[in-house]
């Protein structure tokens, strides 16, 4: 190695500061009175381009967000009538018996969006169906989240939607069935464009 | 010559100074006599004076399960840009969980190459960043959208907004690590509380600037702004920083969840609803004076107040003495920067007439706060996400500060 390539190499190295620490140098008042010696720059301990990989691979996770299209939902089924008698028990007490206790209220509303007095309930203003089992499942009952079992989800969902005359008294709801109900409200929304 | 730099509104312009010691006032009676025996010693986790008490405001737990509820920062008590962590507003949907970190874990899923699950200590070996912020509920100051005005302070009316020093890790290293599929356009965001509170993101935004932040304010997140780890999306509505956050699922488009679809999406009056309304627009409060408070005196008055908005920088905060008729651009004495919260300050002479204060912020964006009346002009009356018209505070001859609509 000759003379003159061994003085590049240790220019190089005094550059080595400030062009893996620009930011660093830029943050720190003085930082450029106190220089780094050659020795604390040398190969390097340091670098900005530091990513570690901490993932640890995993093959299975339970999955529980239900997609409008309902290809997540689990099996199961229930009807409408089942979900009376669970709703009565696990439900009415906040939500009211018909589904229309105030500052709770799941039913009614229909027609309302548009008028100084809207109400927004599961009838009115929900855009799908499959949210119903989505969200029954993942934060009802209020203080017992979890606790139903899909078929109760299932039963509630269509009790829910009876209450609101979306289905008929004699509906079973299951995973085929609940993303082919179409909600009244499906195309009340203008998804704005992200930015 | 003092006259010369007051205009007829009253504001003092830029460098006029009020004339010092023409008044002289007694000293203020002594009590250090043995102080030294009554002092505290040092102690393990500070505490505010006792005589200068702050709490937080407007505390609503919901009639059938007091962890749902709000809490609002008192913004009339604080000065600066940056929020106490013990007075940051809080919303939560099913109460605070105490997590141990230990057994708590972060998995993302959906359309990435290779499910990865991270410990707590596993994103505190990731390089972290930290950056200033504001978080805005999508509610804040929706008393404002109600028929009549409320006669409260600034804080109870609009202080679901809060400043941090925000510290994690970008988002976009952790997304990198498990691989993006082509298709997968969102990303859906849940939390480990007893609601498993999900909201989606498009990933356009979620590359960008978005952190899984650990750290408030210098200290790791308190439980109630969601300890261990919580999505942080600057500039957007509160909900969608997801607290306890415990799984990321990549997909082609979004979950549409009960918080997306039935509440945080803004009814317009013709009966349609907007949804994905993420950015929180350009905002501007005086905080001092402000409701509740009387002005002491006749004389200059400090006005005060923060600005932010969710699509950029502040460039210009105007304030007003006449309810809008004639404005003034204030001096912004905080560090500008984006998707932060930004304080205003301008001198007021108060001659003890009654005045109508507003402020008024405009972002870098050229977005310009609206009047009330006009930032509800498009919504359903019942409709109170995402409002950002204009305060107005009424100074009474009294010196007494309410709010009113103009």
Same mark, same amino acid.
């Given at each position: ?44 301990? =340091?670098? =900005? ?98 606790? =139903? ?47 | 010559m003092t006259q010369r730099t007051v205009d007829r509104r009253g504001f003092l312009k830029a460098g006029a100074t009020v ?15 043995? +102080? ?248 501007s409060l005086i905080?001092t004076p402000s409701?509740?408070m009387?002005l002491?005196r006749q004389g200059v008055v400090e006005i005060s107040g =923060? ?9 210009k905060v105007e304030v007003s003495a006449d309810a809008g008729r004639s404005w003034v651009t204030a001096p912004l ?9 930004? +304080?205003f300050r301008l001198p007021w002479r108060w001659q003890g007439a009654p005045a109508i204060l507003q402020s008024r912020a405009v972002?870098? +964006?050229?977005?310009?706060q609206?009047s ?18 204009i305060q107005s505070w009424q100074v009474s001859a009294?010196g007494e500060v309410?709010?009113v609509?103009v």
């Amino acid at each position: 190695m000759s003379m003159s390539n061994t003085a590049l190499i240790i220019l190089a190295l005094a550059l080595v500061p400030t062009l893996l620490m620009p930011a660093y140098a830029q943050s720190v008042k003085g930082a450029e009175s106190t220089p780094l010696s050659l020795s604390d720059t040398l190969p390097s301990s =340091l670098s =900005l381009t530091h990513k570690p990989r901490r993932g640890q691979p995993v093959s299975a996770y339970e999955n529980t967000i239900v997609s409008r299209d309902g290809v997540e939902l689990p099996r199961g089924s229930g009807s409408a009538a089942e979900g009376k008698l669970v709703y009565a028990a696990r439900c009415a007490s906040c939500h009211g018996v018909d589904g229309r206790q105030p500052g709770n209220v799941l039913a009614g509303g229909q027609g309302s969006l548009a008028t100084p007095q809207p109400l927004k309930t599961v009838g009115s203003y929900w855009p799908y169906a499959t949210t119903l089992y989505d969200y029954i499942a993942r934060a009802m009952p209020y203080g017992h989240e979890k606790s =139903l079992t899909a078929d109760e989800v299932y039963a509630v969902a269509a009790y829910v939607l009876l209450l609101n005359q979306v289905v008929p008294a004699d509906t079973r709801l299951d995973q085929h069935s609940l993303p082919q109900v179409v909600m009244p409200n499906r195309e009340g929304f203008i998804e704005l464009q992200a930015e | 010559m003092t006259q010369r730099t007051v205009d007829r509104r009253g504001f003092l312009k830029a460098g006029a100074t009020v004339a010092a010691g023409s008044l002289v006032v007694p000293l203020l009676a002594d009590d250090r006599v043995n +102080r030294s025996v009554v002092a505290a010693p040092p102690g393990d986790y500070g505490q505010p004076s006792p005589f200068a008490p702050a709490r937080r405001e407007a505390i609503s737990r919901h009639p059938f399960g007091a962890g749902a509820g709000a809490s609002s920062t008192p913004l009339q008590l604080l000065n600066g840009t940056v929020t106490p962590n013990s007075l940051h507003f809080e919303r939560h949907h099913s109460g605070i969980p105490q997590i141990d970190p230990a057994k708590h874990t972060l998995t993302i899923y959906g359309d990435v190459h290779q499910s990865l699950q991270f410990s707590y200590e596993d994103l505190l070996a990731y390089p972290l960043e930290t950056h200033l912020y504001f978080l805005e509920c999508s509610g804040n100051s929706y008393r404002n959208t109600l028929p009549d005005a409320q006669n409260a302070t600034a804080g109870t009316l609009s202080g679901l907004v809060s400043g941090a020093e925000w510290t994690g890790v970008p988002l976009h290293y952790l997304l990198a690590e498990a691989g993006i599929k082509p298709n997968a356009k969102w990303l859906v965001a849940e939390g480990a509380d007893a609601s498993a509170n999900t909201r989606s993101l498009p990933l356009n935004i979620a590359l960008d600037n978005v952190m899984v932040a650990l750290y408030q304010n210098g200290e790791p997140l308190r439980p109630s702004q969601g300890f261990p780890m919580r999505l942080f999306v600057p500039g957007c509505e509160g909900n969608i920083s997801i607290k306890w956050l415990t799984a990321i699922k990549l997909q082609a488009e979004p979950a549409y969840t009960r918080e997306e679809t039935s509440k945080y999406t803004d009814l317009l009056k013709d009966g349609q609803a907007e949804m994905f309304s993420l950015r929180m627009g350009v905002k501007s409060l005086i905080t001092t004076p402000s409701g509740l408070m009387t002005l002491p005196r006749q004389g200059v008055v400090e006005i005060s107040g =923060l600005a932010w908005s969710g699509h950029g920088s502040i460039r210009k905060v105007e304030v007003s003495a006449d309810a809008g008729r004639s404005w003034v651009t204030a001096p912004l004495q905080s560090e500008p920067g984006p998707l932060r919260l930004t +304080r205003f300050r301008l001198p007021w002479r108060w001659q003890g007439a009654p005045a109508i204060l507003q402020s008024r912020a405009v972002d870098d +964006r050229g977005n310009i706060q609206p009047s009330r009346d006009h930032a509800l002009a498009r919504y359903s009356p019942l409709g109170f996400y995402h409002y950002n018209g204009i305060q107005s505070w009424q100074v009474s001859a009294a010196g007494e500060v309410k709010n009113v609509y103009v």
